[in-house]
């Protein structure tokens, strides 16, 4: 609840918020997103409905919405498949929108389409616990 209350505050003309676009499974206690959020207090994570089926055009608008209501100058930290987000995003939104987005750091994009063979290969098994749905997002 602190972090929430922090994100209140007034921002100045050189803040800088930082978004952060987790990837497949969202970022865990440890991960390096997760650690910037909370030693950096304008730090805000993009929220997907399902971490687990991503759906492209669902984790687009996630992103949309959250930087439209984020005031400011912006910094996006993306990893995995939020990289893909991220640059999906960027694609589609206004010149002016743009101009917001002052830095976007893209960590460990993973290779799409994420074929049944690159899942094994990675330590996933496609089509079972549930990771089926990774093989749905695409770059396109």
């Given at each position: 609840?602190?972090?929430?209350?922090?994100?209140?505050?007034?921002?100045?003309?050189?803040?800088?918020?930082?978004i952060t676009v987790p990837g497949w499974g969202n970022?865990?206690?440890?991960?390096?997103?997760?650690?910037?959020?909370?030693?950096?207090?304008?730090?805000?994570?993009?929220?997907?409905?399902?971490?687990?089926?991503?759906?492209?055009?669902?984790w687009v608008a996630a992103l949309d919405q959250l930087?439209?209501?984020?005031?400011?100058?912006?910094?996006?930290?993306?990893?995995?498949?939020?990289?893909?987000?991220?640059?999906?995003?960027?694609?589609?939104?206004?010149?002016?929108?743009?101009?917001?987005?002052?830095?976007?750091l893209l960590v460990a994009p993973p290779a799409l389409?994420?074929?049944?063979?690159?899942?094994?290969?990675?330590?996933?098994?496609?089509?079972?616990?549930?990771?089926?749905?990774?093989?749905?997002?695409?770059?396109?």
């Amino acid at each position: 609840m602190h972090r929430q209350q922090a994100r209140v505050m007034m921002l100045d003309d050189d803040d800088v918020v930082l978004i952060t676009v987790p990837g497949w499974g969202n970022s865990g206690d440890k991960h390096w997103q997760t650690l910037w959020e909370l030693t950096y207090p304008l730090a805000r994570r993009v929220q997907q409905q399902d971490w687990l089926y991503p759906e492209r055009e669902a984790w687009v608008a996630a992103l949309d919405q959250l930087v439209r209501d984020t005031p400011g100058r912006i910094v996006l930290a993306a990893h995995s498949l939020g990289c893909h987000t991220t640059v999906a995003w960027l694609r589609t939104v206004d010149f002016l929108t743009q101009r917001r987005i002052k830095g976007v750091l893209l960590v460990a994009p993973p290779a799409l389409p994420i074929t049944e063979a690159r899942a094994r290969a990675s330590g996933e098994t496609a089509g079972c616990c549930g990771h089926a749905g990774v093989y749905r997002f695409r770059t396109a």
